[in-house]
């Protein structure tokens, strides 16, 4: 659907328009996305030929665009992603928490893109606080170094745990920056003995995460001077206001590493808009249903010009690279390996599944097994023409060729 609408409109003044709000290599990165979305799963613009050497027998497949413009690629990744981060979950009591940014700040995130990895290292020094006991630290009559090995008391969570998703759009496709977190409700000592996390300590965390923010969008690096000014302005009417900025605590616990994976298959890379949520389209206009969290969850419709939506969809579509998922504690890859070893007993195991997303996938849309020759079993060829690959042959032995490609 979301392809259609882009075939009607005039793409190259919507981009025109959201250009001053990209870099070159942004801008770039969104018209290959879009050409590569319009000949998704289009077998004239590439496809995986798998061959039996045995029989001669072959399925051909189409290549998939991977572009986070795409929701059926976007969902791919997150059921991907998802799939492998489950292992890495600890079976522990975990806690959803929702950073927002007020709407006065909001557009500085979109003329410094770069601003929205710092919110992510921000909500992990917020999380650093309340685990670490800092409020107990400060108050401290005699201060003891932080190289010092009684710097950190045995009531204080040395290790702990953070995911955290950056999220640029709302459920109205208006540019909203805010950042999902999940943190675990506990963590490791300087002992390495497990301590669960009491409570947050809310006047600390308001506090924090409104310095933090306002110290990022002092420090942006803008297009002009007129937008710096903008933000200094912002940044200091502010300070001066008593004014939280809000987050909010997830009411309720999310207790099993299934439910945590469910948590993070939300928000991970996905399209701005889901296709069901399009009632209507033509030449001129777009309607859209959303379910309102500020009206009890009321569904909502907008309709709006079609080129007005198509640039509400184009703006979220981050640049090349651009980390939207951060890991912190010890969900980070940079561990010691007597943590690694302490993390690993409170892992759950799961069984794996028969079949790999990818074979599953394949199956379920192609109704074929791309590694599994009907008569023979095995293929052994794989031969790729595409022109965001390039042409080559491939020789396996078994099913082992996953990886190449996905």
Known sequence: MIKEILSLVNLSHILNFINPFLTQQHFEYIKASINKFLICRDIKAGFIKYTCTECGHYHTIPITCKSRLCPSCGFKYSTTWTQKMINDILNIPHRH????????????????????????????????????????????????????????????????????????????????????????????????????????????????WKYLVLNIIQNGNYPNLKIKNLAQKAVSKLYKEDKRLFFNVGSGDVNSPKGIVKYLGRYLARAPIAEYKITYYDNEKVTFFFNDLADDKKKKYVTMDIDKFVQQILIHLPPKNFKMINRFGFYGRNITAKLRNIVKKYKKSFSKSEYSFYVKQSIDTFGVHPFMCPYCKDIQEIYVCSDWYGPYIRFISNNSLMSIFH
């Open 97 to 208: 928490i929702l950073f927002t940014i007020p709407e006065e700040l909001r557009a500085f995130f979109c003329y410094d893109r770069t601003l929205l990895s710092k919110l992510a290292k921000a909500v992990n020094e917020v999380m650093k606080y309340q685990f670490h006991n800092m409020h107990k630290k400060i108050a401290r009559k005699f201060k003891v170094p932080k190289s010092s090995p009684n710097y950190f008391t045995n009531s204080d969570i040395v290790h702990y745990g953070l995911i955290t998703v950056i999220h640029t759009f709302g459920r109205d496709l208006k540019w909203n920056p805010h950042i999902h977190a999940l943190v675990s409700l506990g963590g490791f000592t300087k002992n390495f003995s497990f301590k669960k996390l009491d409570y947050f300590h809310v006047p600390s965390i308001t506090g924090q």
